[in-house]
């Protein structure tokens, strides 16, 4: 069954601060893996998409790693600022037929705190 | 270029009754997904569509339906309504399903079933 597992479910810090969010998959057959933002009553906003050969991706104070071998992705987030308070979700895309199969991850509640 | 537009933005029905969402994706967009959003299960994939054809479906009961049109516009429909469907439900579009294709979320209908 394809799976999709962050952590930590939620996390607090003081703005200013960096963070690392987690992502593990077990999806087959990959094809991409995504990273996006949710503010609360919004629907997702994309931050990065990354392909199998692909190990980091950067967009502005994010930036996201992935590890094909070990299934394992992060985002990490430099300078924290008060609007970075949102959820944060990993996606794993897999080509299934001739569209697009998503696995959602739970997201990780993320609050910035001056 | 406008985003995609979901109507309406909010929504309470009674158990029993069915309810029609509909999803306008951004200009030249052929394909629409449609996700369901709760609490406790996160997002879920329904259902995709492009070119007016059902692509992929996740795993929800025939309750949930949806189509196409020539315009590339989607509606979902949901029969015999359950308190369980309360959720946010979210279209996104892209320019077509292959991977890499980044999919541009809506702001979402909120659903509430008394």
């Not at chain 2, 929800?60 to 049109?69: A, C, V």
């Amino acid at each position: 069954k394809n799976q999709v597992e962050q952590s930590p479910q939620s996390l607090i810090i003081l703005e200013g601060k960096n963070c690392t969010l987690q992502c593990n998959y077990t999806v087959s057959p990959f094809s991409n893996l995504r990273w996006y933002k949710q503010d609360t009553g919004r629907g997702p906003v994309s931050l990065t998409i990354m392909t199998f050969s692909e190990n980091t991706k950067s967009n502005g104070r994010y930036t996201a790693t992935l590890d094909a071998d070990t299934k394992q992705s992060s985002l990490h987030i430099t300078a924290s600022q008060l609007s970075d308070s949102a959820s944060y979700i990993c996606v794993v895309s897999s080509l299934v037929g001739a569209g697009n199969m998503l696995t959602f991850g739970g997201g990780t509640r993320l609050m910035v705190k001056p | 270029k406008a985003g995609v537009t979901q109507t309406p933005r909010y929504l309470i029905k009674t158990r029993g009754q069915q309810v029609t969402l509909s999803c306008s994706p951004i200009s030249g967009h052929r394909s629409v997904s449609w996700y369901q959003q709760t609490p406790g299960q996160g997002l879920q994939f329904l259902f995709e569509y492009f070119s007016e054809t059902q692509r992929n479906k996740g795993n929800f009961p025939g309750r949930f339906s949806g189509r196409q049109f020539s315009n590339s516009r989607s509606e979902m429909n949901v029969s015999t309504l359950e308190l369980g469907d309360s959720a946010l439900y979210l279209c996104a579009s892209s320019l077509a399903s292959e991977s890499y294709n980044e999919q541009f979320f809506g702001p979402g209908t909120r659903l509430t079933v008394l």
